[in-house]
């Protein structure tokens, strides 16, 4: 199988990631039983979850992105860990559809534009890192644009395609490309020129792996290096040990009422629908040491 990932740089200046997700799409719209329109939404995050997540260094990194705008589709959750692994939910996944003038999905009515976008990396520091910032369109490629410059100063342009067939994904990826400090003006000027180029995202990645999108369109400079050629793959990383942890955190009186009442604790995974059940002496032993 062809790596859905690539990492490419132009003379250590420039940094093109791109990540090519169709059956990812396709595998968020059948766990979590998607409308097109969440469809549309939860992929475009999703995409972005792979492209940040494979900067993560360690693998056992791990960040989470929340996005609400307020709108019909509610929030809007992906994670992605050092490992390529991303996974995503949507508050309200059975959202109807809403079609502009021109009959293409509006996914900013959907997602609302009065919101923000949390980010929360895990990368081994004391504190976990937080950004956070306002929405602008309510389309996800430019809110993720603006997070980037605004939140961690980075410079770069993001283009986020899906196309749909019969409910299912039939083509997308995203492309996001970074400016690194001290770049050669020149160069930028004429990545700028690309950029006004890289337009129809879903038709890019038709058959097309990462690497022949980035190539298609950065061959053309001279010290393209690709970097890194890998797989992002959609999988929940919960266990019995993460939920335990959530039930502690709940206190003891709690996770006992709860057991008093419903004769257990179940906990379905958001991310993969897995659900895990404790019964009375399993919760008990959880608050013995
Ligand atoms: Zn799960």
């Given at each position: 199988?062809?790596?859905?990932?690539?990492?490419?740089?132009?003379?250590?200046?420039?940094?093109?990631?791109?990540?090519?997700?169709?059956?990812?799409?396709?595998?968020?719209?059948?766990?979590?039983?998607?409308?097109?329109?969440?469809?549309?939404?939860?992929?475009?995050?999703?995409?972005?979850?792979?492209?940040?997540?494979?900067?993560?260094?360690?693998?056992?990194?791990?960040m989470s992105i929340t996005l609400n705008g307020g709108?019909?589709?509610?929030?809007?959750?992906?994670?992605?860990?050092?490992?390529?692994?991303?996974?995503?939910?949507?508050?309200?996944?059975?959202?109807?559809?809403?079609?502009?003038?021109?009959?293409?999905?509006?996914?900013?009515?959907?997602?609302?534009?009065?919101?923000?976008?949390?980010?929360?990396?895990?990368?081994?520091?004391?504190?976990?890192?937080?950004?956070?910032?306002?929405?602008?369109?309510?389309?996800?490629?430019?809110?993720?644009?603006?997070?980037?410059?605004?939140?961690?100063?980075?410079?770069?342009?993001?283009?986020?395609?899906?196309?749909?067939?019969?409910?299912?994904?039939?083509?997308?990826?995203?492309?996001?490309?970074?400016?690194?400090?001290?770049?050669?003006?020149?160069?930028?000027?004429?990545?700028?020129?690309?950029?006004?180029?890289?337009?129809?995202?879903?038709?890019?990645?038709?058959?097309?792996?990462?690497?022949?999108?980035?190539?298609?369109?950065?061959?053309?400079?001279?010290?393209?290096?690709?970097?890194?050629?890998?797989?992002?793959?959609?999988?929940?990383?919960?266990?019995?040990?993460?939920?335990?942890?959530?039930?502690?955190?709940?206190?003891?009186?709690?996770?006992?009422?709860?057991?008093?009442?419903?004769?257990?604790?179940?906990?379905?995974?958001?991310?993969?629908?897995?659900?895990?059940?404790?019964?009375?002496?399993?919760?008990?032993?959880?608050?013995?040491?």
């Open positions: 199988m062809n790596a859905n990932y690539c990492r490419a740089m132009i003379n250590n200046m420039v940094v093109i990631s791109a990540v090519e997700m169709k059956n990812i799409a396709n595998k968020a719209v059948k766990l979590h039983n998607l409308s097109p329109v969440a469809a549309e939404a939860l992929s475009r995050t999703l995409a972005v979850a792979g492209l940040m997540g494979k900067q993560l260094k360690n693998t056992t990194d791990y709108g019909p589709l509610g929030s809007i959750t992906v994670a992605a860990n050092g490992k390529g692994e991303i996974k995503g939910t949507i508050d309200n996944p059975s959202v109807e559809t809403e079609f502009n003038d021109e009959g293409n999905l509006t996914v900013a009515n959907a997602v609302g534009k009065d919101g923000k976008i949390t980010v929360v990396k895990d990368i081994g520091l004391k504190q976990p890192f937080v950004g956070t910032t306002q929405l602008v369109s309510g389309e996800i490629a430019q809110d993720f644009a603006n997070y980037f410059v605004v939140s961690e100063q980075q410079p770069c342009a993001l283009t986020i395609g899906f196309s749909w067939k019969k409910g299912k994904c039939a083509s997308g990826g995203a492309v996001l490309v970074q400016v690194l400090p001290g770049c050669d003006p020149k160069l930028l000027f004429d990545i700028e020129t690309t950029l006004y180029a890289m337009d129809q995202m879903s038709y890019q990645f038709a058959n097309s792996t990462a690497r022949q999108v980035i190539e298609r369109f950065f061959a053309c400079y001279d010290g393209l290096t690709v970097t890194d050629e890998s797989f992002v793959n959609y999988k929940c990383d919960c266990s019995t040990k993460r939920m335990q942890r959530l039930i502690r955190s709940l206190g003891k009186d709690e996770a006992m009422d709860i057991v008093a009442e419903q004769g257990k604790i179940q906990i379905q995974c958001h991310f993969c629908n897995k659900t895990y059940n404790f019964d009375a002496q399993s919760v008990q032993k959880l608050f013995e040491n």
